[in-house]
């Protein structure tokens, strides 16, 4: 794939992009642009944690580079709402100041996230409409209208003194929106015809050949789910996947069914959307969760959060009928309008097993037409592509085979259509470099993901992964010992809180040697040692870790208590 040398001659001016996040996974994405004493980031998504991230409920990018940047401008600009796309919001606006520019209903989710965060952010929330033109010190942000699963999305167009950067943001060719708003063809050909430095775009769905469809294909499926369900019907679908709450509100309608919105997430969106205009419920449909168990199961629609098997989501509540208000049963029907990320496949398998021992009857879109992705397959990226003719091509979102693919059919379209066009596969963490010669990579700076545990703002580091997984594959031994502090010697018989360990049935033989181990491990060592905590704790670890890998063939982890009396 060709692109200019990383170690060519800088020139100036030149503006310079990194791509935070985005690059090489689904989610956490964002991209820095800067020129001069201006900075701008283009989304602040984050993703799930893998399975393996113990204890870890969310992941964002590192923003190290933007703490060190320094900018006398600075704006944060978002694509549209979702998770992936706005989910690092909070952990990124206490250190990163200036104004937040979004779509109304994208700033409303911003909004309500950043309130749960405890974040007041004044007159920061700017919102903007499709064709307007922003200002932000040397550079102009442009929005254009873009469809997607999702209502009020939109690309970046940034124009910059060295050329125009086009950001795609998610996209498909939606030739039927269900809002009715199509995306912006004539502008995205007029500033292919006025020229296109750079474009940035989606490569998700890179490998599906041909072109998604329309977010109302799904109709018909649900039509036939509508028809043929005599009992509850649930409905599990990403909250801000407004336009398919849209199509079952009004499917509930039609088949004389009332509407309850179920989780935290689903009824947070539902009302914002609705108080903005993008989601329309007749008065008298919608009902409260409590209301569900009065009403005839032929009567009851239940749209609930917990597509993605989230442990404490209302459907993984409702699967293992600790529900307060919704229990299913023989003649339910359960539908998962929504993909699988990757990585949570599992979790979702066991919400499913769950749901069918309560006798529900499973559908998803492996079964029946419930799910149509928001992002454009390969025909629609290759005709944006042809549509700007950019100098410069770079595929973002996804994994490296999906950008790399996405690389490959750049190429193929550079050689039939006039004018050279210089692909780049670039890297979470790159410094790109665009000017009058092109683009360049020019070095590397720190990337990658913070971990975030509960509500905390801080990341976790690598030690303490370690700890959990070490816990989890060898258990826990806390040794509870009291030293006189005068003579070193050991007060009472020691105690031993274990969890986790496996020792052979009926040989319990380890356990009842621990307290007389541990006094002989302070009895051997001098008083010096004794009344020093940092090293009993060493020596009592190292013995015991010893003691428990000969015997039972474990290396548990172990906590020293030393009270000193």
Known sequence: MSGHSADAAPRHPTLEMVPLGGLGEFGLNCLAASYADTLIVIDAGSMFPEPELLGIDLIVPDFTYLARRDAKHRALVLTHGHEDHIGAVPYLVRSFGGPIYGTPLTLALVGAKLAEHGIEPGDRLRPIHPRDRIAVGDLTLEFLRVTHSTPDCVSVALHSPVGTILHSGDFKVDQTPPDGRHFD?????????????????????????????????????????????????????????????????????????????????MVETSQLAQRLGYLSVPPGLAVRDADVKALPPLQVLCLVTGSQGEPMSALSRIAIDDHRHVRLGPGDVVVFSAREIPGRERQIDRVVNHLARRGAEIVNQQTKHVHVSGHGSEEELKLL????????????????????????????????????????VAENGDVL?????????????????????????????DEILRDRRHLAEDGLIVPVLAINKQTGAVEGVPEVITRGIVVPQGDEQPFRDLSRLIADIVDSASVEERTDYGIMRDKLGVELRRFFRKRVGQRPLVLPVIMEI
């Open 185 to 265: 063809f004539h502008r995205f050909a007029e500033l292919g015809a006025e020229g296109v430095l750079a474009m940035f775009s989606d490569s998700t769905n890179i490998e599906l050949p041909g072109v998604t469809g329309s977010e109302l294909s799904v109709i018909p499926a649900f039509e036939e789910i509508f028809a043929s369900t005599r009992g509850k019907l649930v409905v599990t679908a990403f909250a801000t996947s407004v336009y398919r709450l849209q199509i079952l509100v009004d499917l509930a309608s039609r088949f004389g069914r009332k509407v309850a919105f179920i989780g935290r997430g």
């Open 385 to 424: 592509l042809s549509l700007v003719r950019p100098r410069c091509f770079l595929p973002i979102h996804g994994t490296f085979r999906q950008r790399a693919r996405h690389a490959r059919v750049g190429e193929r379209l550079a050689r039939s259509v006039p004018g050279s066009m210089d692909v780049l």
């Open 433 to 461: 470099h665009f000017d009058a010669g092109g683009c360049r990579v020019a070095g590397r700076v720190p990337s990658g993901r913070v971990l975030i545990d509960g509500a905390g703002v801080t990341g976790l580091g």
